[in-house]
């Protein structure tokens, strides 16, 4: 049984700064990793994606992935009111068949 | 953009009554799915859907049950409804391909309310 586990639970940062989620996960079989953001009140929408070890970078948003660890994380540059929102990863449970297995979330505030 | 629209957005239901709560997609995906999220809990998986006819059990199927009549469609049953299925169930659809995978596109939300 897949165990993600989101830190933290909650972050609230200035705008401009740096932001850095975590995700860990349990099966080393996992070949997806994803997050997703969620404002309030919306649906959650896929924000990127990872597949191999190493880094991924679009735009202001930062992906790394350490499978060894069992770890990846976000990191968001310049973080923006905009960016306030929920955001969860999500894990493959080890098979192409796209189900995923989601964290609880880390509950994102930016302040102007 | 993928649409997946669900109905109803929000429904109040009394305990023991019967709630059905309906999903449509527009994508011609192969797999849809039904998640709940309540606080603490992210989102966990109820039931999902490889194609038309097909339902298979998510992590927490107890009390509910799913349908997908056709491509477009799948719906979650609740038989006898209870006071802690209370939650924002949300409807998916996604293809299972290559990069895609884990891909989902997210309904709205339908808020279901058990008194």
């Known amino acids: 049984q897949q165990n993600v586990q989101q830190s933290p639970e909650s972050l609230i940062v200035p705008e401009g700064a740096r932001t850095s989620l975590n995700c860990t996960f349990s099966?080393?079989?996992?070949?997806y990793f994803w997050w997703y953001r969620q404002h309030s009140g919306k649906a959650p929408k896929a924000l990127m994606?990872?597949?191999?070890?190493g880094e991924k970078e679009e735009g202001r948003f930062t992906i790394h992935l350490n499978k060894a660890s069992l770890h990846f994380s976000l990191h968001i540059r310049d973080s923006q009111p905009s960016d306030s929102a929920l955001y969860l990863c999500?894990?493959?449970?080890?098979?192409?068949?796209?189900?995923?297995?989601f964290g609880a979330g880390t509950q994102l505030i930016v302040i102007p | 953009e993928a649409a997946v629209t669900q109905s109803p957005r929000n429904k109040v239901a009394v305990t023991g009554g019967k709630v059905t709560l309906s999903c449509n997609q527009t994508?011609?995906?192969?797999?849809m799915y039904w998640y709940r999220q309540d606080t603490g809990h992210g989102l966990r998986l109820i039931h999902y859907?490889?194609?038309?006819?097909?339902?298979e059990k998510g992590d927490i199927p107890d009390g509910y049950k799913a349908s997908r009549p056709s491509q477009e469609n799948f719906s979650l049953i609740l038989e006898l409804a209870t006071p802690s299925q209370t939650s924002v169930y949300f409807c998916?659809?996604?293809?299972?391909?290559?990069?895609?995978?884990?891909?989902?596109?997210f309904g709205e939300g339908s808020k279901l309310t058990v008194l």
């Open positions: 994508n011609n995906h192969n797999n």
């Open positions: 998916a659809s996604g293809d299972a391909t290559g990069r895609n995978t884990g891909q989902l596109y």
């Open positions: 994606s990872i597949f191999s070890n």
């Open positions: 859907s490889y194609g038309a006819g097909s339902t």
């Open positions: 999500a894990v493959d449970r080890g098979s192409a068949l796209g189900r995923l297995h």
């Open positions: 099966d080393s079989a996992s070949q």
